[in-house]
């Protein structure tokens, strides 16, 4: 369970200083339905834009917000089906766009889901302690993104190989940057950072994503829920949901499946990893370039008795597909090749790890051999803005991108996807991708054998989390209240 212990002194100082700032927080029932939250905050809101570090945009912590940089309200889940004519299978492809929470991506929304208890409990005393938020690129953008609405200090931890724009924005909003060795899948080191931070005496709080179940319980109810919502509109009288796939970077995200496969028993979960880093499909490892996806271990948080499928991701067809999708002549031989332009046009909405979901979707459809009734759900994280540099750097590279080279990467990495590089998971397959999880949590971050053994054989350890969104909710009512601004 996540601790709900209240620290009645700690709290105190937490809810005088979000009355000084004019800061009340979201519910998780308010998250999922944008229409519990109050006219007057909406009314607020139409003076905001969508990144402004102003404390009402914890309010846009949603899956609903209008698709529009300034001063949006609320609408329907933001998705996109995916024609067969892009994606090379009958199958119906659906995406849930990041793109339009705050930061650009949805991990702020994980980032509120472990502070959020931490907060209304007193656990987390934003006037004193610095908020710590190790992570694979976005989710320390999310953290740094809450700390400044909170006005409490942030340290944000992510590899020194990631794109320009994340370390550019992090330099502005966060308190402090560390930048750790190596790229994507270097975790480990992030890890030591956190063990040396701790150790450094500094008065601190560290969020890891990797292990906090507040991520889990968010996508859980918020992903999940919105994921359901979709299907509410999308599934006809003949249609079936039949998975969702999700890349796992903290396997925050894969907990929508969860979610789903308890509303759709017969439902899959594929988890997707780069290719050139495959630890769950050979307890592999390598370094890659689909950023925010790390590897290299199994989260804590991941379900993985709960996981039906892994898939790798070849790192050269995210990056190909990238420029196919965004440099003008890769559009333009879209459009010849039947894709709507009303697609074509919103192709950008696709960062490098929301190309390889797709990807990963794409290949699971076509090993169930799915048809036009079946749909497949997979989430886009964040959006090409913020990996502007890298196409620069492509095009610096490998010069100008020429219908030519469109039409290579649509017949390869596109249409071409096969179904290699993946693993049905057997009961013993499951059994060996979470025994992964011993070398990182039992021997190097203080979890224990019996944790360890209770994620596999306690049958009410998920559910247990899984139910706590409620009582959270509660905390934050308490909370605003006592804060008291209406
Ligand atoms: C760009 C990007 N894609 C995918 C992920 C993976 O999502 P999750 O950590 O929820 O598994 C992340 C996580 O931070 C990310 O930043």
Redesign the pocket.
């Known amino acids: 369970m996540i601790d709900l212990t209240v620290q009645p002194d700690r709290l105190e100082r937490a809810v005088r200083r979000a009355r000084e700032r004019n800061i009340i927080i979201p519910t998780y029932k308010q998250m999922k339905n944008p229409a519990l939250i109050p006219a007057k905050i909406k009314a607020e809101l139409g003076q905001i834009g969508l990144w402004d570090v102003n404390p009402r945009n914890l309010f846009r912590i949603t899956w609903h917000n209008t698709p529009q940089p300034q001063g949006g309200s609320f609408g329907g889940v933001n998705y996109l089906e995916l024609p067969p004519s892009l994606t090379g299978t009958p199958a119906r492809i659906i995406v849930l766009v990041g793109k339009w929470f705050p930061t650009g991506?949805h991990?702020v929304g994980?980032a509120f889901g472990c502070l959020a208890p931490r907060l209304v409990t007193g656990q987390f005393d934003p006037t004193s302690q610095k908020a710590v938020w190790p992570?694979?690129?976005?989710?320390c953008r999310g953290g740094a993104y809450d700390s400044a609405l909170f006005a409490c200090q942030s340290i944000a931890i992510l590899p020194e190989g990631m794109s320009r724009e994340r370390f550019d924005w992090l330099a502005k909003i966060a308190g402090e940057v560390i930048a750790t060795p190596g790229t994507e899948s270097n975790v480990k080191e992030i890890f030591d950072k956190c063990w040396e931070l701790r150790k450094s005496g500094q008065d601190l709080m560290i969020f890891n994503?990797f292990e906090e179940f507040g991520n889990y319980l968010w996508?859980y109810e918020v992903t999940g829920h919105a994921m359901e919502e979709v299907l509410q509109q999308v599934l006809g009288p003949h249609d079936s949901y039949r998975g969702m796939a999700?890349?796992?970077?903290?396997?925050?995200?894969?907990a929508s499946g969860d979610y789903l496969k308890q509303l759709f028993p017969g439902s899959k979960i594929v988890a997707s990893e780069a290719l050139q880093c495959p630890t769950l499909l050979e307890n592999g490892f390598g370094s890659h370039r689909i950023?925010?996806?790390g590897d290299k271990h199994v989260p804590w948080i991941h379900n993985v008795k709960n996981t039906d499928m892994v898939v790798a991701i070849d790192d050269n067809a995210v990056v190909k597909v990238a420029r196919l999708f965004n440099e003008p002549a890769g559009r333009a031989y879209l459009a010849k090749k039947g894709v709507p332009e009303a697609i074509v046009g919103q192709l950008d909405l696709l960062?490098f790890?929301g190309i390889s979901n797709v990807l990963s979707a794409v290949k699971a459809a076509k090993y169930y051999e799915m048809g036009e009734h079946d749909i497949m759900l997979t989430v886009l994280?964040?959006s090409m803005q913020l990996y502007g540099s890298r196409l620069a750097e492509m095009r610096a590279e490998s010069g100008e991108y020429t219908e030519l080279n469109a039409a290579a990467d649509f017949a390869r990495y596109l249409h071409g996807q096969s179904t290699d590089n993946l693993l049905e998971l057997t009961y013993a397959q499951r059994r060996r991708v979470h025994n992964l999880k011993y070398f990182t949590w039992v021997e190097q971050q203080g979890r224990t054998y019996e944790e360890i053994n209770a994620q596999w054989y306690d049958r009410n350890y998920w559910t247990s989390f899984q139910g706590q969104a409620e009582a959270i909710d509660a905390l934050i009512e308490e909370f605003n209240s006592r804060v008291g601004i209406q």
């Open positions: 991506a991990k994980a992570s694979t690129g976005n989710f994503q996508h999700s890349a796992t970077g903290s396997a925050g995200t894969i950023e925010g996806i960062g790890s994280t964040d």
